[in-house]
């Protein structure tokens, strides 16, 4: 708020409304230039709203929506980006192949994928806390040392076809696919939890202020270490969405999703500085990002032209990002 | 006494050793080094194995699909003495900085399937191969379809450059040659990175473009991509008349083969070190170097593909065990003549 409206008792009732306003125009925001994408490219392909569509959109939003969450996680918490997340996808997708083809119960085959994406998150934690090195230099050496790790150990794998995992990644649920509801339920319950729970405020509160947070007794070692194993247990479900559907992949194969997740978290409005932002709007921009490419098809653009605006794009939000972190702190 | 006998011998070994590995023949490999393929690896595996078995010294690198390593590699081998590299070099933008550097320290250079001035050239008609392989698409269309589908998609992988476009745009001219009628504004194309996985969202999203279309035909650089086209129609609900064939055979053997994938063009990319030795480092390595041949047209050693339906690629081995039974078989004998029933 500024000072000359604090002072101005007759301005009152229009500051409160307009804050009020800025506490909803993120939201508004990217919901109004997911509805304008849509509407743009409904004008010049009437057939671009169709059943077909949504099924394209959704299907793409699931990745990454999930990978979303737990990278959301990390920045929320002052731990900036996970880098390391495309070999921990592959990691927890090569041991759901391996338990799939030893021909385990379905929800076998989740829970091996999520410790291993657990396991990759704490081993990140580890390396972080107690060599006290920076986050996003440690994952990006981790992640540069688990794709070569996988290099080693195989160069394409694929989950059995017929298997329950492979069904899965074909399936539909209320006429939406089955890897989709997952996405959707995870950023709602976890959009909750953070804000709602001890343990959730005090993640926010190490991202927002260290020195406050440890003052007030949250140990920083903790936090960081729980919320990286937690985020790579994220990691480790998007790992079954992902393998369920792509048929052969290698280690290169995630690499692609990278970009995507982290802009989706910074048009979401979570702050790369940490301590701000609502899991919650990743929904938008999750459903945003996905939209642009098919609708690119859809303007008859080819693939490199896609790269383009999802640059764009990313330069935007970090832009975005950027200038409400100067007005914060005005 | 005894102590100046032993010291002699010793001595003379010792020389004798050094002397016959200063002059033993070197080989230098440079594999490919991209993540997405075994057969990368397995061309120096048979390549090493056929050295082994002639008793030249082997040396191998990788050029980890990146350029710089593989101008970087080729100084290496110069350092090491090698007395002939056989590379493959997914980023042939470079083969020009490395013909420079292994020319100009008078080391012969086979490279495999991408063509290069001054270089021996092994490989593939990839021209001839695509054709192959959309004729053979082609016959299915034409009999299952009356030549009348609904999309001809492109799996397209331009990170392979001019392969990409002889394998993929061959198809696409082998399709034509069976079913000339196709219109051309049923042929689509999508990026798909030659990766299943990474080509899976963009194929999505063209069929989401192209909502009526069932009957879809496709083609592409390699199994992988087609792949893409294959799995994005399942989830979609659409696959019931998709018919893909791909290229590499990599994903047509063994027993997870998906049954919409039709057919593939097997190169048999792991044992292409059978025809570079033979047609190539054999005679380099007797003193008589062959005279180089670098053009695709006119190759040093010309590697035959072999276009196969899914029920004939089920008759060859996944590809490790082809590498076993390579090794096993006389020097000289590829894999052509062990695996294609064409």
Sequence with gaps: MRLEHAIKPESSMSTLLWLRFRAFSAPIFLLTVWLLLIIATAIYRPDFISYQTLLAVVFTMSIVGVLAIGQALVTISGGFLDLSQPSCLIFASFVSVKLSEAGMPFIIVILGAIITGVIVGAINALIIVLARLNPIIVTLATNFIGLAVLFLLFRAAEVPIGSEIHTFGRAYFLGLPA????????????????????????????????????????SLKKTRFLIFSIAGGFVGFAAILFCSASGPFNSDSANILQLNVIAAVILAGISLEGGRGHLWMLFLSVGLLSTVPTSLVFFGLSSDAQAIFQGLILILAVTFDGYRSRKVTL | MTKFIKTFVFSVVGIFLISSSANAFKLGMAVGGHACCEWMKSQGDVARAIAEKKGWDYFELSNEGDSATSVKNAQLFVQEGVDAVIQFNGEPGTNAAIQQILGAAGIPVVTYDIAEEGMYFVGIDNLGAGIAGGEGLGKLVKEKWNCEPDLVVSAEGAGAGIVNTWRTGGMRTGLGNICPDIPAEK???????????????????????????????VVG???????????????????????AWGQDGAFITGDNVNPRLVGSVFYFLEGYAVYAIRDVIDGIAAGNPPPVKWEAGDPASQVKPCPATAAEAQLVPVEAERVKQLLAAPIGTTAYDLFCAN
């Design chain 2, 221 to 243: 650089l390699n199994d992988g991509g087609v792949l893409a086209l294959v799995n994005a129609a399942e989830q979609l609900g659409r696959a019931d008349e998709v018919m």
């Design chain 2, 187 to 217: 042929y689509k194309s999508f990026e798909s990175n030659g990766d299943a996985a990474a080509g899976l969202a963009p194929a999505r999203d063209l069929l989401a473009a192209n909502p009526d279309a069932v009957r879809i035909a």
């Design chain 1, 179 to 218: 890897t989709w509801w997952p996405m959707l339920i995870l950023i709602f319950i976890v959009g909750l939890l953070i804000h709602q729970t001890r343990y959730g405020r005090q993640t926010i509160a190490v991202g927002g202020n260290l020195y406050a947070a440890q003052t007030r007794g949250i």
